[in-house]
């Protein structure tokens, strides 16, 4: 599957507009619209070029020299591999907390759990790729920590990204793990709780700390910009209307 590319452009009133080019994990995909319309008000002379991916799939892009400035993980591990390898030139921190649901396009009865899995009349169940998505491998963990996983292992298809997983799920798997932040997005606001989709039970996996850092080559005013408004009130309010917990 092609690498999937998002661009925003934030236009300036001025033709000297700077443009920062950052690489952020699909699962915020659905907040960053709200997020660089935000930054924008603010930074109106500041264009945002935005990458998507999976946090690993970009990790590796990162460390085989694109041109990222700032990285948006959907976990800890991905940022602190590159802070060690001097990659980052700033010390991973939270900007966000994610967490999972379960989603299907049709009414389930959630309150069977971990246990619904099980069900006959569910044959595929999607996940991200639990190598490269974090999200994904949170699924896995619940999954396993639940004890349906050896059960359910040979229904699961994997998605190359958390936002991948989504469309699968409502499309070619009967349910699916998703981040619970896609179904604050408009165009999934028509499925609804406790018939399409509940949360998962987040005793099941280890919290999903999503860690913000500068790269090499994004020494400079527009790109520390972006960093701190990610870690200002008012991105945090708009990440919290978006399902996520935040520090």
């Keep these: 599957m092609k690498k999937l590319i998002l661009v925003f452009m934030l236009f300036g009133s001025t033709l000297f507009a700077q443009t920062i080019n950052i690489a952020v994990a699909a699962n915020v995909s659905y907040a960053m619209e709200v997020l ?10 500041t264009d945002v070029k935005v990458t998507l991916g999976s946090s690993g799939k970009l990790t590796a892009q990162i460390k085989h020299g694109a041109p990222y400035e ?3 993980s959907a976990n800890m591990m ?3 591999s590159l802070y060690s390898d001097e990659i980052a030139i700033t010390k991973p921190i939270v900007y966000a907390q994610g967490s ?9 009865d959630f309150s ?6 099980k069900d006959k009349a569910i044959g595929k169940i999607a996940i991200a790729n639990p190598k490269t998505a974090p999200y994904g491998k949170a699924a ?26 989504v469309s699968f799920a409502i499309t070619a798997a009967d349910i699916g793990f998703i981040a619970k932040s896609s179904l604050y ?4 606001l028509h499925f609804k709780e406790g018939i399409n989709w509940v949360d998962v039970d987040s005793e099941l996996y280890t919290p999903i700390n ?5 790269l090499k080559g994004g020494e400079n005013e527009e790109v520390r910009a972006f960093y701190d408004f990610m870690l200002s009130d008012r991105a945090k309010k708009i990440l919290k209307d978006f399902g996520y917990l935040v520090p």
């Design 36 to 45: 660089l319309d935000e930054f924008s008000k603010t930074n109106p002379d």
């Design 70 to 72: 700032l990285f948006m």
């Design 78 to 80: 991905f940022p602190e």
């Design 100 to 108: 999972l649901a379960y989603l299907s396009s049709s009414q389930k």
């Design 112 to 117: 069977k759990s971990m246990e619904l899995l």
């Design 140 to 165: 896995v963990e619940a999954m396993k920590n639940s004890g349906v996983y050896e059960d359910i292992k040979s229904k699961l298809i994997y998605a190359e990204s958390i936002s991948q997983t």
């Design 185 to 188: 997005s408009p165009k999934m």
């Design 210 to 214: 999503q860690g913000i850092v500068i």
